[in-house]
């Protein structure tokens, strides 16, 4: 006889489960990426747009319902993580690891070219760089 576990599990957990091994971010960090991409409800404190209130003592706004993600995921279970390694595995959050991969380019093209938060001129370099690369 087959029990479902409905005990509210860690994302550690959750990431073996996953199947999620440690690399330069924790299994457990990137199991919950993933959960709360597929079955993440908008979080009521930020509304969903991942920063709250004032510049906090880290010097962010981000917000603590939800680690910065705009969305969250109030019970945790085995289940919901074997399900989550089942979608991911089928495709499902394709397109959430080709926006993680964009940002991730554009984070080292910022910290490559020591421009900061000045988005304009990023966007006016990266233009430039991609220009000169399709020549």
Known sequence: MTTT????????????????????????KRAMARIVALFGTKCERCGGDGSYGATNYYGDHRCYGCDGLGAKVSNLTEEMARNAKTLTDEGALAGYFEQAKLYTARKTFVNATGMGRNVVAIFTELSAFVASRSV
């Open 5 to 28: 576990t409905t005990a509210t599990i860690s994302f550690d957990r959750a990431a073996e489960i996953m199947g999620l091994s440690e690399t330069r971010l924790p299994a457990g």
